[in-house]
């Protein structure tokens, strides 16, 4: 009975400091919330400064709801972005105890970089990608055999619309470090993603697709980027095996005297 309870124990622990981290982190996302909402109209009114660079200034909602619930989202997106840093703090509390020192000092680059690649992506998607599709969707307004076609976006439409763009832009980018992590997991390595690039670029299109709206432009916006970050994993993985190298070097020649 004694041993099944010192089995016991370490799940036990794990499980309790599981729940303290989850809770953190609902605590977190709640108050991130509740300040997000408060302002959610003013930050759905800087969401929507690239639809009035495209010459569109009216938003419409045809659901007595739709408006509300609009702005739910967008605190709700406003505060997954406010809380990322405490969320990722405390998902790093959680695994590190379990990790080795080494494994520490591997992994600590790839968690301060997520947020760094990831506003890169809704950077790009806000201030380039976004006008640029948006005045190309729009141009499709005018007479049409003598009927006038406009565009009257609805407010929860167009908060769609922004949310996949940032979204699908900024967890793009993160591409660089998942390819980073698999090479130091040793599931690939530099030839191979070197040998399977006509295939990484078919994926990055394939990809675009699956995250940006149904038009081309948009697409080559986000693929181009795609294929520049993979061949700068590719170029990352090569100044990391020469950095490997020299150190092996260094210890066999220490080992050596």
Same mark, same amino acid.
């Not at 149904?214 to 700068?232: G, I, K, N, T």
């Given at each position: ?20 981290? +989850? ?14 909402? !408060? ?71 790839? *968690?301060? *970089? ?11 998607? !806000? ?30 439409? !167009? ?69 520049? +970050? !993979? ?27």
């Amino acid at each position: 009975m004694s041993d099944l309870d010192e089995t016991r124990a370490p799940l036990l622990d794990h499980l309790i400091e599981l729940r303290r981290r +989850l809770l953190w982190s609902f605590l977190a996302l709640g108050g991130a919330f509740a300040l997000c909402f !408060y302002f959610a109209r003013p930050i759905f009114g800087f969401l929507v400064q690239p639809l009035l660079a495209a010459g569109q200034g009216k938003l419409i909602y045809t659901d007595v709801f739709e408006a509300f619930f609009t702005e739910v989202k967008v605190g709700f997106f406003a505060a997954l972005m406010l809380s990322f840093p405490v969320l990722a703090t405390q998902l790093w509390r959680f695994v590190a105890p379990g990790l080795y020192a080494h494994e520490k000092r591997a992994f600590m680059p790839f *968690l301060l *970089l997520t947020p760094v690649l990831f506003g890169l992506g809704a950077a790009l998607a !806000y201030y380039v990608a976004m006008p640029t599709a948006l005045e190309f969707l729009l141009g499709y307004e005018g007479d049409v055999g003598g009927a006038t076609q406009e565009a009257l976006p609805g407010v929860g439409n !167009y908060l769609d619309f922004v949310t996949k763009f940032i979204f699908g832009f900024g967890v793009a980018f993160l591409l660089p470090i998942l390819i980073l992590l698999l090479e130091r997991a040793g599931v690939v390595t530099r030839a191979q993603l070197k040998g399977g690039r006509r295939y990484a670029i078919v994926g990055a299109f394939a990809l675009a697709a699956v995250l940006t709206p149904p038009d081309v432009v948009s697409q080559f916006m986000l693929a181009v980027p795609l294929v520049l +970050l !993979y061949e700068l994993s590719l170029v990352a993985i090569w100044l990391t095996e020469r950095r490997r190298a020299k150190s092996a070097s260094r210890s066999d020649a220490v080992g050596a005297d």
